[in-house]
Structures are given as C-alpha cells and as structure tokens.
C-alpha cells in the first residue's frame, strides 16, 4: 500500500542523505519494501546536480585492482562517480558533464576494460570515454574532462558491449535508420566503426553475446538481440563485413518493443514492453522468448506484476531478474521456474517511488545488480541514487563465492572450476585490471600462453577470485 500524504516530507527532506534502513514490517524509512534493505540514498545535489536535476540509467564498475565498487549514474547534465565500496556511506568523487553542457533526459553508460562509455539524445553529444581508474585517488569531487571522445555520431539512445569480443552496439543514433553502429573498442581511446545495419529499422536497446546457449548451430558465434520498437531481432554478426539475420519475433499485444536480457544459460531472453501497461492496461508485463532454436524463437510464457506500473531496464543474475520498474522501482523476480511454469514469481523489492504505482513515467530508471558484494544500485528518476541490497532472508551472494571452487591454484596450464551454480562466462584481468583473455563455460579453461604472475577470474560477474599462474 503506498502512503499519500509523504509528498510533502519528501520535498522538504530532498537534500537528506538515507543511510542504512533495514526493511522493517514492508517499510525501509519511507520506502515501501520486501526483503530489500535501503544502505543508503543520495539526491541530485549530493552527485553534482541540483533539485531540477532528474536521473537517467546506471551501471557500475569493481575496480580489478583492490575490488572497490562505483556507482554511475546518468543526470540530465552530466555523469556522476559515487564510491560506494561501504555502501552505508557512499562517497560521491566527481562528474563528467555533457559534451558541450548540453542538456538531455537521456544518458546511458557501459564499461569495458575499466573504461566508461556514455552516450546520450543530447545533439552532438557523441561517445564520451572516460578511465575509471581515475577514480582511485580522487580525495574531493571533481570536475572531469573525458579521456576521449567519438563523434562519428552525434545523439545516440542506448549503448551495449560485448566484453567478450571488445565491440559496442551504439543503437538509436541518425545514422543507419536508427539501427545498430557497431564500434571496434579494441583501442580503448580510439573506436573504429566497423558496422551500421539498418535493415530491420530502428534499434531502441540490444544485447550482444558470444552464444553458448542451446543452439548448437550457433555456438561460438556472436549473437546480437536488438529490441526494434514492434519485433525482437537476432542477427549473426560474428562477420562485421556480412551480418546474417537469423530470425525475428513477434508478439501480441505490441505497445514499445524496449529491452530485454538473457537468462545465464541463454536459453530465455526477457522482453520488456514499455508501452504495453500504457495501452493495453496491463499490469507491469515482461514476456519470456525460448531461445532455445534461434532460427525459430518462440513465446515461453508472460510475467504480470501486481501493479500497473511501467517496466523498464532488467538484468538477470544467477537465477534472478532485477527489473527496474518506474513508480514500483526495484522487483527481483525469480527465474528458476520458468521451465515447468512458463513464468517467474516475485521474490523481494524495493519501491524507490512511494506515492503511488500508476503506468507512468516516474521513479526507477535502471538497476545494476552485478557488483561483487552483493550491492545493488538503482537511478531514479525524481530521487537520484539509491544503493540496496537483499536483506538477510534473501540475500545469497555471499554464499554463492564459496559455490566457485578454482583448481589447480596455483596453476600451469589449465585451470577448471567446481560450482553448483550454472556458469555463464569467465573473465581473466592482470593485476592492473586489464582484460586477458575470456572464456563461455566449459570444463576446463586454457591458461598455456598466459605469463606467470597473479591474476583475476571473474566468474559470471558474480565474484572475483585470484589465481596464480606459474
């Protein structure tokens, strides 16, 4: 039930920072909850905005080097850096404002090799790069200037990387009728397009992969699902020279085809429809695709939420969907089942807008749920950055670390890991946070060309563990 009468409050308190509150009888503080603990909040003005300032996506960045855990957070003016390593008592380290200072409600990020890569609507924005590593001994907040910037285009809507490959999928730009313009990251500073695909019209969001589900047709392959406004596509681009359009999906109910993620296992992707709630007067829906033959995508099966509001960005996790659902804010749904019962149940959230949970477009914009505590982090809109996790009841990620089991450690020349959990890729990164090499599952992981020394294996995006090669 939200309460009504806390408009007022939470004007007047807008420039408070919220530290830990744990989910007590369905309430963190003000926040309607389940499961879910408030660490800690911080309004626009304590990230380099102020009370006209609104949110827009988020992801975040685990410092290879010592395992600190950052925050960013897209504003309508700007990037903001939070360390959130203790996550009762985030510690805001700076902004890079918008190229030109323009101004766009729009702002999204990702990182590959410790570098943040932000696009936004602003016209002429282009991609902003920025070195995270920068971020390690910053002692006041700072200002930043980017590192690099790409102006091959200019306004851009979202942006995906396959860290597997080193490629970004710049999607929604005026190039290419708003399909896919594919950069070659390999030089961090220094994209080259390699790829725009305008064939199947206007990519609102996507995901790339290099495919290790069920399809043994394409394993091994880089796979890319593009959300195209009415349909779901799914090309081949391993060739950035001929990419293959392997099949398309469709659904009833159609409002705005928005963004969906694949389960670990790559076996089910989930949609989210952002107009659906809008036009139908559906509660929030997210509809499950079998992936299981790529040439042929079929529906598995809806999730209906208990209230109207809208959904927005998701991410799996292990067996979990973290949605971010506008005025309901944060749902974990549980994606287990989804075998037997063509659905997912409900496991916790936290409602980061406590007004109310009509179909529009306010509070929660997007999560990030991979950092290697356990933290979670969610951008609002009206309330800027809110860093959570599962309360005590819920939570496993601490568990899930003693579930990887690395051997031989040291090692030679091949190293394998023992997990009850279903393992999705590995990431090996030198002791300065490089990316090496990475790996799909398999069940042994081949380290003969690697120089002694100690790295990092990061399994899943789920925990870090070191190794030492001699």
């Known amino acids: 039930m939200k309460i009504k009468l806390l408009v007022f409050f939470l004007f007047i308190t807008i420039a408070t920072t919220f530290s830990q509150t744990i989910c007590t009888n369905g309430f963190a503080g003000i926040y309607p909850c389940d499961k879910v603990d408030l660490m800690s909040q911080l309004s626009f003005p304590q990230i380099g905005g102020n009370n006209n300032t609104e949110g827009s996506s988020c992801w975040g960045w685990t410092d290879p080097l010592n395992g600190k855990e950052y925050a960013i957070m897209g504003c309508t003016t700007h990037t903001a850096f939070v360390d959130i390593t203790i996550p009762s008592a985030p510690v805001y380290l700076g902004k890079l404002n918008s190229h030109n200072n323009t101004t766009s409600f729009w ?6 090799n410790n570098y943040a890569y932000i696009v936004s609507e602003a016209n002429g924005h282009g991609l902003q790069i920025f070195d995270l590593t920068r971020l390690r001994n910053v002692t006041t907040p700072q200002i930043f200037t980017a590192d690099a910037r790409y102006s091959g285009f200019g306004n851009c809507h979202t942006i995906t990387i396959n860290e597997a490959t080193g490629f970004a999928y710049c999607n929604g730009t005026s190039f290419f009728q708003g399909g896919a313009n594919v950069l070659n990251l390999q ?13 199947e019209g206007y990519t609102h969001d996507s995901q790339t992969v290099t495919y290790n589900g069920p399809d043994p047709d394409h394993q091994g392959k880089e796979i890319f699902v593009g959300a195209n406004e009415s349909k779901v596509v799914i090309l081949d681009v391993t060739n950035k020279s001929n990419p293959i359009l392997i099949s398309s999906f469709l659904y009833s109910n159609t409002g705005y085809t928005h963004q969906g993620w694949f389960t670990p296992n790559q076996k089910y992707w989930i949609l989210g429809d952002e107009l659906d709630e809008l036009d139908f007067g559906f509660n929030s829906r997210s509809i499950i695709i079998d992936m299981t033959n790529l040439d042929n995508p079929v529906l598995k099966g ?18 979990d969907f973290y949605l971010a659902n506008y005025t309901a804010g944060l749902r974990i749904l549980n994606t287990s089942n989804i075998n037997t019962s063509s659905t997912m149940n409900e496991i916790g959230f936290f409602d980061t807008h406590p007004e109310n949970n009509n179909a529009q477009f306010e509070g929660a914009w997007s999560t990030y749920p991979y950092f290697p505590s356990g933290s979670i982090i969610i951008s609002d809109i009206n309330r800027g950055l809110f860093v959570l996790r599962k309360n005590a009841s819920l939570r496993n990620e601490e568990l899930l670390s003693s579930n990887y089991t690395i051997y031989p450690n040291p090692a030679k020349s091949f190293f394998q890991i023992d997990s009850d959990i279903i393992i999705d890729n590995i990431i090996i990164y030198d002791a300065l946070g490089k990316t090496i090499k990475t790996f799909q599952s398999s069940d042994s992981y081949d380290i003969s060309g690697l120089e002694k020394g100690l790295y990092f294996v990061r399994v899943n995006n789920d925990f870090t563990k070191k190794i030492l090669i001699e």
């Open 187 to 199: 030089n961090p500073l220094n994209p080259v397009f390699v790829l725009g695909y305008p064939n």
């Open 302 to 319: 809806e999730y209906l939420g208990t209230t109207a509001a809208v959904d927005h960005n998701g991410y799996c996790k292990g067996n």
């Open 107 to 112: 702002r999204e990020m990702k990182v590959y």
